[in-house]
């Protein structure tokens, strides 16, 4: 019913920069949640940043001042701006959408290295 598509990981050096873009489809409903999540290896997976459609952010402290993330509604998109990513910051990251009717949807992940 929704699909989420993320692009824009890869392999960053400390103190570097990426944008991470994830477009939803399907049946997407103007009231809705979006966000992002990362699973490191060994660990569970974690709340990044999420943005309603009203446009409030809520962020995890350890991303809070480094890592952005906005929304463009008409395309039902998503977006992670993340500057002065540490090696901590390596992990697959996962574009959420949580709405009324069709619950909870993920995409499939991208990965994220931040190594010298």
């Known amino acids: 019913q929704v699909q989420l598509v993320e692009s824009g990981g890869g392999l960053v050096q400390p103190g570097g920069s990426l944008r991470l873009s994830c477009a939803a489809s399907?049946?997407?409903?103007?009231?809705?949640?979006m966000g992002w999540y990362r699973q490191a290896p060994g660990k569970q997976r974690e709340l990044v940043a999420v943005i309603t459609s009203g446009g409030s952010t809520n962020y995890a402290d350890s991303v809070k001042g480094r890592f952005t993330i906005s929304r463009d509604n008409a395309k039902d998109s998503v977006y992670l701006q993340m500057n002065s990513l540490k090696p901590e910051d390596t992990a697959v990251y996962y574009c959420?959408?949580?709405?009324?009717?069709?619950?909870?949807?993920w995409g499939q992940g991208t990965q994220v290295t931040v190594s010298p």
């Open positions: 959420n959408l949580n709405q009324q009717y069709t619950g909870t949807s």
């Open positions: 399907g049946i997407i409903y103007s009231i809705n949640t």
